[in-house]
């Protein structure tokens, strides 16, 4: 079946720092691939997505590309600040397919200090 | 503001005892979802809708019920907690699929 694997956290940085949270998957199919980010205390919210092969998507800095080739979806941000801690969770969805459900990786917690 | 709430945020309750958590957007979106959240285990799926009357199954829909009457509602029940079912549950909402969804506050469920 269709899976993501994330890198485990947790992941500590200062600020200013850059970021790689590295993502893979496993999938039948074309599917549409997420990163979604949790601030403490909240739900999730949608950071970013891309729906085809090469397509790279970008919100508040932080970027992914969809490499088919590799099966990855890497979310890079190049200088994080204390307000990016959270945890961030990549998603694929292969509802081309056929299929109506995300399929979410474990979630890799980010702690940015000063 | 569009939104889906959700209700209660906390609850404890007993083993065995019939409880529902309510959860409810405003947007007219068309697909809803339940997740669990454990430690370790990251999202999973409990049920979905992708419209009135039209639900599924998820990942793990063991000891879960749901219901989808009414467009903006899509409760869920648990017949007969038991602690495995101890955890965070979310509500989540997409236009149409599980595209781009929003999801809810959060209900921390304790089941002793």
């Known amino acids: 079946g269709d899976s993501v694997t994330q890198m485990e956290g947790p992941v500590t940085l200062s600020e200013e720092a850059f970021l790689t949270i590295n993502c893979t998957y496993t999938a039948t199919g074309y599917p549409s691939l997420f990163w979604y980010v949790q601030y403490p205390g909240e739900g999730l919210q949608l950071l970013l997505k891309a729906t085809k092969a090469d397509d790279k998507g970008s919100n508040k800095g932080f970027e992914a590309t969809y490499r088919k080739e590799t099966t990855s979806f890497h979310l890079e941000k190049g200088s994080v600040q204390v307000s990016d801690s959270a945890v961030y969770f990549c998603?694929?969805?292969?509802?081309?397919?056929?299929?109506?459900?995300?399929?979410f990786g474990k979630g890799t917690k980010l702690s940015v200090i000063p | 503001e569009a939104q889906v709430t959700q209700n209660p945020r906390y609850l404890i309750t007993v083993t065995g005892k019939k409880l529902t958590v309510t959860c409810s957007q405003n947007?007219?979106?068309?697909?809803m979802s339940w997740y669990r959240q454990d430690p370790g285990l990251g999202l999973r799926q409990i049920y979905y809708s992708m419209n009135v009357e039209v639900t599924d199954k998820g990942d793990v829909p063991e000891g879960y019920k749901v219901s989808r009457k009414e467009k903006r509602n899509f409760p869920l029940i648990l017949e007969s907690p038991s602690p495995n079912q101890t955890s965070l549950y979310f509500c989540a909402s997409s236009l149409r699929g599980p595209l781009e969804q929003y999801f809810g506050p959060g209900t921390r469920l304790t089941v002793t």
């Open positions: 947007m007219n979106h068309e697909y």
């Open positions: 998603a694929l969805d292969t509802a081309g397919a056929g299929s109506y459900q995300l399929t």
